[in-house]
């Protein structure tokens, strides 16, 4: 994963300001390539940069699509333990039809989504096969398919969460990369900026940013006159 040398924001605001400074010294600065193709390529990638969707906007929908499949989740097992209650008043605890929830893992299930998915199925099947007893019992046919829908709805919530998992890491990723760049055009421009003006100090002032790399939310130092 690539990561960037300073925090995103630090980046982008030092980027809008050296874009700034380079824009109204471009005629003193293009001779060594900052010239307009340059400068809008960084305007480009600075407007771009500013539109991207936050890693932290990412982060708190991937929360709330997590927390949704937590509760699908949740409300299997609940659907699962009824099922589990009947079977067992129908059949007897240490009936084959009982056993059949000790085979598909079913108190496991509990937190796993991927064992969850495959106990659904054959619990909604459990009930199915066994209707006929089980309605003695309180089963009804909105009840089995109160368990079909759960198991659509599951695989629906955790197909959502591994989008946005990928979808999170791939926008990070880019993120990164186009922040990384930003941060490689300010230095180019910064150091042709103070090769040009050597000998004009207040102008010299404006292209003298100084990354401090201790901290990543530390400001940019711009040298004082001594």
């Known amino acids: 994963m690539t990561t960037t040398k300073h925090s995103e924001e630090l980046i982008l605001s ?3 300001t050296t874009h700034q400074n380079a824009t109204e010294n471009k005629a003193s600065l293009q001779s060594f ?12 990638k600075i407007v771009k940069a500013q539109a991207m969707p936050k890693e932290e906007q990412k982060r708190v929908e991937l929360n709330d699509i997590t927390a949704e499949k937590n509760q699908t989740l949740e409300n299997c097992y609940n659907w699962g333990k009824q099922l589990k209650l009947r079977v067992e008043l129908a059949f007897g605890k240490k ?15 509990k937190k796993s989504e991927s064992q969850m998915l ?8 459990l009930a199915q096969t066994n ?17 079909t829908d759960l198991l659509e709805l599951l695989k629906t919530n955790d197909s959502l969460q591994e989008s946005s998992k990928v979808t999170k890491r791939s926008i990070s990723e880019e993120r ?13 421009i910064n150091k042709v900026g ?23 939310n530390t400001p940019p130092v711009t040298e004082q006159p001594q």
């Open 118 to 125: 495959v106990t659904m199925q054959a619990l909604i099947a």
């Open 95 to 109: 009936s084959p039809q009982a056993a059949a929830f000790t085979t598909v893992k079913f108190t496991e299930a």
């Open 14 to 16: 030092t980027a809008l």
């Open 194 to 216: 103070q090769m040009v003006f050597a000998s004009d100090f207040a102008k010299l002032e404006l292209f003298k940013v100084k990354w401090r790399t201790s901290k990543k």
């Open 131 to 147: 209707n006929l007893q089980l309605t003695t019992f309180g089963q009804t046919e909105e009840f089995v398919q109160q368990g």
């Open 176 to 188: 990164h990369i186009l922040f990384n760049e930003l941060y490689e055009i300010i230095n180019k």
């Open 33 to 44: 390539g900052i010239n307009d193709a340059l400068l809008d390529e960084f305007q480009q």
